[in-house]
């Protein structure tokens, strides 16, 4: 699924949100996870395109594009960034390569966007489909949107490390949104506490038929395990002045709160996220999501146009909460064919630091550093209930939180990297601190 950002900032941030799945293809748990669209992560070779590049030292004399990125961002970027200036126009509209830097993980390009005839851009934007030679687990966040120039500043993330090294690698992009609108606080009118007495039917999901899920059920989706959800399609709820989502069923399973709702295939990737709320505005989210498809005759397919929320809440006083929704939709759709080709230089050398320790459902082995952040190795299952507190503490007595993260597990093996919201000097980073245990690392 395509990953949404909520966290448009001045400077490069990765919103704290995002945390993608490499098995599930799915994940995030607040209301600006898309939906139900798949991000097409095709593979091609490289062709042999011409391509330009500069090196860090001429890029800033020479290339515009890269100078004004810099004054986007930070200037401490200048000594990772690599100059690109490629570009592609079609439909009037202009796309640049204007820098980008990789480590052993992951790649960070940053491109500009120019709307030379109309008004299709805005502050909103969010690459639809867009692929990159031999990436995967793509995210994108607008940077910077300039109105007076109809120019957004895109920054976009792919995982691939190593695979990028002095290679001709290939972007392109092929559909964009924007004009999103946000219907944040909805109400669903229904009375919870009469509900968790009332009888409901259920049918038993299979793994074959979800398209991925996230939060407590993620264990039960890895092992292949039946999932019991609600029957659809027997209780509807419509949502005041919204019309491309609804709630299709509602009801209590096993002591947990189903929340089952059926999007329209006619609104391209909305999506949203539905919560509790108690008397003192406290919000209670779902402990887990799964997304399904449901065929003509009732009956659960491969699909995701359906959504259910699970929800924890055995000793709250149902009479006493309200159920809400934050949900998100798109006014305008692009389709287009921008594609360039430029090469990466080789990846920096990464720092390894031994560390071992045990996060209950899985036990990290290994960390390793980069310009980009920090990364844990280990085996086991990492969770979206984990809350891991990681922190940077620099030789000049200055420290930085990694707050965004992102992880991927796939066969008990995993990955969690906590991204930087500016590139590491790994020079001059002091220790790591990791939930209140003091790391050292040696120069």
Do not use: C
């Not at 991925?212 to 989706?221: C, N, P």
């Amino acid at each position: 699924m395509k990953n949404k950002l909520k966290e448009e900032l001045e400077q490069i941030e990765i919103p704290k949100e995002l945390h993608m799945r490499a098995k599930l293809g799915v994940e995030k748990a607040k209301s600006e996870q898309p939906r139900r669209t798949f991000k097409k992560a095709i593979v091609f070779p490289a062709a042999a395109v011409l391509f330009l590049i500069g090196s860090a030292g001429v890029g800033a004399a020479t290339f515009p594009s890269f100078n004004h990125l810099l004054s986007l961002v930070s200037p401490d970027i200048a000594l990772f960034l690599q100059p690109i200036e490629t570009t592609s126009e079609d439909k009037g509209i202009k796309m640049k390569v204007v820098g980008a830097m990789n480590d052993d993980e992951m790649a960070v390009i940053y491109v500009t966007m120019q709307d030379l005839t109309g008004n299709r851009l805005d502050k909103t934007l969010d690459l639809y489909d867009y692929t990159l030679t031999d990436g995967h687990m793509f995210n994108n966040q607008i940077v910077n949107y300039d109105k007076d120039t109809n120019t957004a500043t895109l920054r976009i993330q792919a995982n691939g490390g190593t695979n990028f090294n002095n290679k001709k690698i290939k972007l392109r992009i092929s559909s964009f949104l924007s004009q999103r609108y946000k219907h944040e606080g909805i109400k669903i009118d229904t009375d919870l506490s009469e509900l968790k007495n009332k009888n409901v039917d259920t049918i038993s999901l299979s793994t074959d038929s979800t398209s991925g899920g996230g939060g407590e059920i993620t264990d039960q989706l890895d092992t292949g395990e039946s999932i019991e959800i609600l029957k659809p399609n027997e209780t509807i709820l419509s949502l005041p002045k919204i019309k491309f989502m609804h709630v299709s069923n509602i009801g209590f399973v096993n002591g947990q709160l189903h929340v089952q709702t059926k999007w329209s295939d006619e609104d391209i990737d909305s999506h949203g996220d539905f919560y509790l709320v108690d008397p003192l505005g406290k919000k209670i989210n779902a402990a887990s999501k799964v997304y399904y498809g449901v065929d003509k005759s009732g009956k659960t397919v491969y699909g995701n146009n359906y959504v259910e929320y699970i929800f924890n809440a055995n000793n709250e006083d149902f009479s006493k909460l309200k159920l809400m929704g934050d949900l998100v939709s798109n006014g305008n759709f692009t389709k287009g064919n921008w594609s360039t080709t430029f090469k990466l230089h080789s990846v920096e050398n990464e720092k390894s630091v031994s560390f071992n320790e045990d996060f209950g459902s899985w036990k990290a082995t290994k960390m390793t550093l980069s310009s980009l952040g920090v990364t844990l190795y280990g085996k086991g299952h990492f969770k979206d209930t984990d809350n891991i507190k990681m922190s940077v503490k620099m030789n000049n007595g200055s420290s930085q939180s990694l707050e965004s993260l992102q992880n991927f597990s796939d066969n008990k093996s995993v990955k969690a990297k906590f991204l930087s919201s500016s590139p590491l000097d790994l020079s001059n980073i002091k220790a790591i601190n990791v939930n209140g245990t003091h790391i050292k690392v040696s120069r």
